[in-house]
């Protein structure tokens, strides 16, 4: 009786010793910038000056969607981990990148319809790290600035200006994803839509697949998807599921492929039950970039696959 006793007491014991998992929880960007950092060890959430928080799965929400705000969002990851976050009816725009994940790697589920735009960064940070954006929301990615001949030349959702590109972006679900402009005035801009900025190659590897809606475009000189002005593509760009996408150069640049001036090396497959729609040039005439490929003064050394 005594041995029984002493093992209940013990499970007990281990029971009420064992670590309670993080809940998830609503973070609303309008009380400040929010930071993530994850690691083998789990994940945190930070906001402004308070002290982190323990949270697996962090919600954030703004109290008033309508009116943007100027607050980030910001993702640390060590080693092997990847952070979970979901961003839901959220309308940022700010000075530098409105999310950055640069080198590090994210899972975004996107709720509601969201707006992120930056003036002198990218809407959508990803250098050398590993992003996926899934969920049935929508995503809104782009430029906001309201001051005449002005320049933005990092990608919408991708790298900065003089960056590689050499991580991933895996757009899939449901989700809706348009890269835009949110200006009184028209600004100057070669960075790619999806891909990397002006003078920064595309070296990694871009994804859009499952049930993904996707309309990207750049501005001045940049590729829909795939590189900045003066950037190569030596990387992949994989079209499949039933996504449907609509890929716009700006002048002289290839719907999906590379920007002026760029040399492609890379691989474009589009597959599946995949929509694709790709112009080169947007709306300008006259234009010699392709709709699949490079754009003008490039040479092209790299595969297309259609399946």
């Known amino acids: 009786m005594k041995r029984r006793l002493f093992a209940l007491a013990l499970a007990l014991l281990l029971a009420v010793s064992l670590p309670v998992s993080a809940l998830a929880r609503d973070w609303y960007i309008d009380d400040g910038d929010i930071t993530i950092r994850a690691t083998e060890n789990g994940q945190t959430v930070k906001q402004g000056d308070n002290d982190a928080e323990a949270d697996d799965a962090p919600v954030i929400k703004q109290k008033n969607s309508e009116t943007a705000t ?3 969002i910001k993702i ?6 990847t952070a979970d976050v979901t961003i839901e009816n959220v309308n940022i725009s700010s000075g ?3 999310i950055d994940v640069g080198s590090s790697s994210a899972d975004i589920t996107l709720e509601g319809e969201n707006k992120i735009f930056s003036e002198s960064g990218s809407a959508l940070h990803v250098s050398s790290g590993d992003v996926t954006i899934d969920g049935d929301g929508s995503l809104e990615a782009g430029i906001q600035d309201d001051i005449e001949d002005s320049y933005n030349h990092n990608a919408k959702i991708g790298s900065h200006e003089n960056e590689n590109m050499s ?3 895996h757009i899939t679900g449901d989700a809706t994803v348009t890269t835009d402009d949110n200006t009184a005035q028209v600004c ?5 839509g999806i891909g990397s900025g002006e003078d920064g190659d595309m070296s990694g ?9 996707v309309e990207a475009s750049s501005n001045d000189r940049g590729a829909g998807i795939g590189s900045g002005d003066d950037g190569s593509v030596s990387g992949k760009i994989i ?3 039933s996504a449907h996408v609509s890929a716009i150069g700006a002048e002289n640049s290839a719907g999906i492929g590379t920007g002026d001036d760029g040399n492609f090396t890379g691989s474009i497959t589009i597959d599946g039950n995949a929509n694709v729609t790709a112009k080169a040039g947007g709306n300008h005439d006259g234009d010699d970039g392709s709709g699949i490929g490079t754009g003008d003064d490039g040479a092209f050394a790299g595969t297309v696959t259609i399946g």
């Open 76 to 81: 640390e990851t060590t080693g092997g981990a």
């Open 70 to 72: 100027d607050k980030t």
């Open 188 to 192: 100057d801009g070669d960075g790619a």
């Open 239 to 241: 079209i499949g599921g």
């Open 167 to 169: 991580g991933t972006i």
């Open 205 to 213: 590897t871009i994804i859009i697949d499952g049930k993904a809606h």
């Open 96 to 98: 530098g990148d409105a």
